[in-house]
């Protein structure tokens, strides 16, 4: 069957098999390997690309099912040579280690930017509840979103959100002093 769809401001149009999911075409087809394949099931979100917008799991869509929509894949977060704020938040914030769910994170979040840009940590964590990261313990990807809600592409920032962001100190509280003390006692120990 022949399929049309827009994936990352370009139209595509291909052959395929009918029950070809949107992950392989995208990675095969496309060749747009930025987009990952995780488990399969929908259960870590590894595969998340936006479809009109929306977040969606590309290993449950079948890409005859995407035909006729509008996909953004991770490689087109960026314009030109410039990354997007949630790129370059995720750089800032250090909202990777392995690196293999950050294309699905950095997706869903531009999607709750996109449609919050001003969320709070409750929201950020509900955004990105349907996937799995097993390296970062989500708080540097919390962070990440935190520094590009306050960093919109464009420039424009709040005053008093300049003043909270500086490195890792972004919107989250501080250990009590007495638990930095312990800590440090402990790794020195």
Known sequence: MQISMTVNGNEVTSDIEPRVLLVHYIREVLGLTGTHWGCDTSNCGTCVVLMDGQPVKSCTVLAAMAAGHDIRTVEGLATGATLDPVQQGFMEEHGLQCGFCTPGMMLTARALLDKNPH?????????????????????TIVRSVQWAAAHPAGGDTDATVDEVI???DTVIEDIPAETAETQEAEVKA
């Open 119 to 139: 969320p709070d940590t409750t929201e950020i964590r509900q955004a990105i509840s349907g996937q799995i990261c097993r390296c970062t313990g989500y708080a």
């Open 166 to 168: 500086d490195g890792t």
